[in-house]
């Protein structure tokens, strides 16, 4: 039962570089979250996606973009990549109204 | 903007002590869960409060909802090494599907 699984789990960039993390869940689950975790920061909420086919931002949506490819996968791209988005990233998705599921994260460095 | 206000930010504590840490807003939760961050791993659920003044126990940790769903506090009794972590509030403060984070809470509990 692999849960939600993220990939690359590391990854390292040069500034103004793009790349994309991808994130499948195998729960049947509608929503499906993109946080990023600083230090002091916790988890804020790039963007999410209530259901396959729709995606709204959250708190920190500058910089990046996202694809419900389906209701299983919801990719992150960063098309330039900055400094300021060196970070953990973390996949979660839940049914409707009900408790998270986190991926184990990617840690990301952007020099 | 961190809209949910957590304390501490760090505790280190013996092992034995008991410990309380806080969930604030000076807005109404919709419904308030609190997760468990290891390192290296995502966050995991540990409970669901949604009832002002509701009381939920989870062997030895007590979680609290504020009459007036504004504040939550979690009680853990004699601590030991495992509960070490990164706890963390969730509130689904402006639709049923964004999930927003307090910057949480770092517990050391030292054998």
């Known amino acids: 039962n692999a849960g939600v699984t993220q990939t690359p789990k590391f990854q390292v960039l040069k500034t103004g570089q793009s790349m994309t993390l991808q994130c499948a869940q195998d729960m049947n689950h509608n929503s499906m979250y993109w946080y990023r975790q600083d230090p002091g920061m916790g988890l804020r909420l790039i963007y999410y996606?209530?259901?396959?086919?729709?995606?709204d931002k959250g708190e920190v949506p500058n910089g990046y973009n996202v694809s419900r490819l389906n209701k299983r996968e919801f990719s992150l791209r960063l098309e330039s990549a900055a400094p300021s988005q060196t970070s953990v990233y973390f996949c979660?998705?839940?049914?409707?109204?009900?408790?998270?599921?986190f991926g184990s994260g990617t840690q990301l460095s952007v020099l | 903007t961190q809209l949910l206000e957590q304390s501490p930010q760090f505790l280190s504590i013996q092992e034995g002590e008991n410990l309380t840490v806080y969930c604030n807003s000076s807005s109404v939760f919709s419904s308030l869960q609190w997760y468990r961050q290891e390192p290296g791993e995502g966050p995991v659920l540990l409970v669901t409060v949604v009832t002002g003044g509701e009381v939920k126990k989870l062997k030895r940790l007590t979680f609290q909802f504020g009459d007036a769903r504004k504040d939550s506090s979690l009680h853990i009794t004699a601590a030991q090494p495992g509960d070490t972590g990164l706890y963390l509030c969730?509130?689904?403060?402006?639709?049923?599907?964004?999930?927003?984070f307090g910057a949480g809470t770092r517990l050391t509990v030292k054998p």
């Open positions: 996606s209530a259901s396959e086919g729709t995606t």
């Open positions: 969730a509130d689904r403060r402006y639709n049923n599907n964004d999930m927003r």
């Open positions: 979660a998705s839940a049914r409707r109204n009900e408790k998270l599921f």
